[in-house]
């Protein structure tokens, strides 16, 4: 899987949702949480209610994602683990910028400002403990993402509608499914008692973060 970098654009917008990301102590470039630089879309905006709130949920994911990856790194001074996060972050911002271009900022979640913070824990936390914590919280996250776009692509399918939709989406499920097995083949061994507890808390929140999205 290529490591993609993030490319800075003259169309940018500074605001609150713009945060610098430290890496031993040095600023590096600001990244904006909702306005990334996106590729213009060539789908329709009026997609049907079940469809919008679907990608809100999806945007909002996305958004939690890149925060997961910022609490690892914000942490973690592990060379391995930083380079894992780094090298996903990308991906994860890739993945928001699309979502990003599919959906009106209008349309956007009302609780963004929860999810970075509920990813920026999911990360940073188990940080805290090393590696193994870290790998297995990432596995149990992504198995969730997974299952989540699985569904979708699974009703575009059955209404055999949006089909560039349906390809952007299976792309991202594909990315999640590697992020998933290398963290996986990274294990050395089974999470025990503690942090599959953990895990299984991760893999909860994320379905709720999911019901509420769609909501709000």
């Not at 996106?38 to 890149?66: C, I, M």
């Not at 149990?140 to 059955?158: G, M, P, S, W």
Request: glycine letters at 6%.
């Amino acid at each position: 899987m290529s490591v993609l970098k993030p490319q800075a654009t003259a169309n940018a917008t500074p605001a609150a949702d713009v945060e610098p990301l430290e890496q031993g102590g040095d600023e590096v470039q600001q990244v904006s949480l909702q306005e990334e630089a996106a590729p213009k879309s060539e789908l329709p905006l009026d997609y049907p209610r079940w469809l919008t709130q679907e990608l809100r949920s999806d945007q909002a994911g996305e958004v939690g994602a890149v925060m997961i990856y910022r609490g690892i790194l914000a942490v973690s001074r592990n060379n391995a683990i930083r380079e894992f996060a780094e090298h996903h972050l990308q991906t994860e911002r890739k993945h928001l910028a699309e979502i990003n271009a599919l959906l009106p900022r209008a349309q956007h979640s009302r609780l963004l400002p929860l999810w970075r913070i509920a990813g920026f824990l999911t990360g940073a936390l188990p940080a805290l403990f090393g590696a193994k914590a870290v790998f297995a919280t990432i596995e149990a996250v992504e198995t969730f993402v997974d299952q989540h776009y699985a569904a979708q692509i699974a009703r575009l399918d059955a209404e055999q509608s949006f089909p560039s939709l349906r390809e952007t989406l299976n792309q991202c499920r594909l990315d999640e499914v590697a992020h998933r097995d290398e963290a996986a083949d990274n294990l050395t061994a089974r999470p025990g008692a503690l942090l599959s507890a953990w895990c299984r808390a991760v893999g909860g929140g994320s379905a709720m973060a999911v019901r509420l999205a769609k909501r709000f």
